[in-house]
Nanobody, 126 residues
Framework: QVQLVESGGGLVQAGGSLRLSCAAS????????MAWFRQAPGKEREFVAA????????YYADSVKGRFTISRDNAKNTVYLQMNSLKPEDTAVYYC???????????????????WGQGTQVTVSS
């Protein structure tokens, strides 16, 4: 009952910024926890950031703390990932994920999420 569409990816130089957006459909978006994961070529998909239903709690991978900020606007059914001070190591396909009100498990694990977007490419040049 939830569909997710990411946008905002692109090519940027090291030290630059991008803002990713995830537009969600659904009648109860405000009750869903949301997250961003990423996958680089030849690597497993890894956790980036998560936010609870109200936006009052956020979680980040150590590799992005202090550089990335996750936020949500429930009135717009949209989740954002502001990425600053980008590094070549941030190059990956970024995926939006949603966990419904009956979901369980750690925010850090892929299996905790019920819905996924198609991904958007972020490339950071050195």
């Amino acid at each position: 009952q939830v569909q997710l569409v990411e946008s905002g990816g692109g090519l940027v130089q090291a030290g630059g910024s991008l803002r990713l957006s995830c537009a969600a459909s659904g009648r109860t978006f405000s009750s869903y926890a949301m997250a961003w994961f990423r996958q680089a070529p030849g690597k497993e998909r890894e956790f980036v950031a998560a936010i609870n239903w109200s936006g009052g709690s956020t979680y980040y991978a150590d590799s992005v703390k202090g550089r990335f900020t996750i936020s949500r606007d429930n009135a717009k059914n949209t989740v954002y990932l502001q990425m600053n001070s980008l590094k070549p190591e941030d190059t990956a396909v970024y995926y939006c994920a949603a966990r419904g009100p009956r979901g369980s498990g750690s925010y850090y694990y892929q299996r905790s999420y019920d819905y996924w977007g198609q991904g958007t490419q972020v490339t950071v040049s050195s």
